[in-house]
């Protein structure tokens, strides 16, 4: 584990370093080492504040657009394999999109896609910012949310900052008061989907919907 964590940081830093070299070549190696010791991998370096960034290098706002502009590419070329699919067949993809989006959050982040009755994604929405802890949202939000959208299914998801994906008590709880509230409308919860940076759990395969 040890040896494929350093493989992966030092992938990710090669990443970095080929982009700040497009605007910042002399500096490229440099900028990346740094950002890459004090963060992490590549998804905790492009997840930090801007502020923070800065604050390690010292380098311009032209490197920090790059690495802005790094992150939204990604983001966008991994949404693209999710719509227009049928998301329960492309889990694969599903999770590697809300992992580029969450799982590397500071503070804990609570998403819903809504799908249609052919499990097309319909929305993906951000339903609210939380804690490096807790996050909490109202069942009845994302139920109006559902028949606002036609939506006939949700995939749940969320983030813990602490890198232990493994789902709280309260995770739980907060999951059957969404699916109850829900299936009054006949609205199903297929997945939740709790991601960080050491992994991710369905509660679907582990049984808890």
């Known amino acids: 584990m040890e040896a494929?964590?350093?493989?992966?940081?030092?992938?990710g830093r090669q990443a970095?370093?080929?982009?700040?070299f497009s605007v910042c070549p002399a500096?490229?190696?440099e900028i990346a080492r740094r950002l890459v010791e004090r963060f992490g991998t590549l998804g905790d370096v492009l997840a930090a504040r801007p502020e923070e960034r800065k604050a390690v290098s010292g380098y311009g706002p032209e490197v920090e657009?790059?690495?802005?502009?790094?992150?939204?590419?990604?983001?966008?070329v991994l949404h693209g394999r999710i719509v227009d699919r049928p998301v329960l067949s492309s889990e694969p993809a599903v999770l590697d999109y809300l992992r580029a989006r969450?799982?590397?959050?500071?503070?804990?982040?609570?998403?819903?896609?809504?799908?249609?009755?052919?499990?097309r994604l319909l929305a993906d929405e951000e339903f609210a910012i939380g804690?490096?802890?807790?996050?909490?949202?109202?069942?009845?939000e994302i139920v109006r949310r559902c028949l606002e959208l036609g939506a006939t299914?949700?995939?749940l998801a969320h983030n813990h900052p602490s890198g232990?994906?493994?789902?709280?008590p309260a995770d739980r709880l907060m999951t059957d008061a969404i699916a109850r509230a829900a299936s009054c409308f006949d609205v199903v919860i297929h997945d939740h989907l709790v991601l960080a940076r050491r992994g991710s759990v369905s509660f679907r395969r582990a049984g808890y919907l």
């Open 4 to 11: 494929s964590g350093a493989a992966d940081a030092d992938r």
């Open 16 to 20: 970095l370093e080929n982009v700040i």
């Open 27 to 29: 500096l490229a190696n």
């Open 65 to 76: 657009q790059a690495l802005q502009n790094l992150h939204t590419a990604m983001e966008q």
């Open 102 to 119: 969450i799982a590397f959050a500071p503070v804990e982040h609570f998403r819903v896609l809504f799908l249609n009755a052919a499990n």
């Open 131 to 140: 804690t490096v802890t807790a996050v909490h949202v109202y069942p009845r």
């Open 153 to 155: 299914a949700i995939v």
């Open 164 to 168: 232990d994906p493994e789902p709280s």
